[in-house]
């Protein structure tokens, strides 16, 4: 069994950890993020998604949420996979993350810069079917969590 404590400090239980490969280009003036599960190590993952524990959903049942940290260097990926395996726990809570609302935001420089991860932005987690509709207050969590003094900035950009 392995445990995180969330970059919140919520601590979970964690089914299945996966090293993501990330990549951010612009086409035809789009800036566009692609986020893939890595083949190998050898493809130098920047990110890791992991499947928490099942978490119950009154209305439908079982269901599985995750959590997505990105903007690591392969290094920092291989390490905390390491830890995992070898002491089944690892502290995501004092990483030191971009807190942006959404991921077009965040800066992406392979681990040069702070992480991200789907605890603080939305939009970072990866496209995998119905799965992530479910849990979306645990996947979008700053909608319900933003400070006030974040909210009054907000309102005075509008």
Sequence with gaps: MM????????????????????????????????????GSMESEP?????????????????????????????????????????EGYYDFSGLGYQKVPVVDDTVFDKGVSAPYTSDYTAGTQLPMGCNQMCCQADIFPQMESCDDADREGEDEQE
């Design 46 to 86: 920047t990110a890791l998604r992991l499947i928490l524990q099942d978490v119950k959903n009154v209305i439908f049942g079982m269901w599985e949420c995750e959590l997505f940290i990105g903007n690591l260097k392969p290094e920092k990926v291989l390490e905390i996979q390491r830890k995992l395996l070898a």
């Design 3 to 38: 445990r995180v404590m969330t970059p919140k400090g919520v601590l979970r239980e964690v089914k299945k950890a996966e090293p993501v490969c990330e990549v951010r280009f612009e086409l035809n003036g789009v800036k566009r993020r692609f986020a893939e599960t890595a």
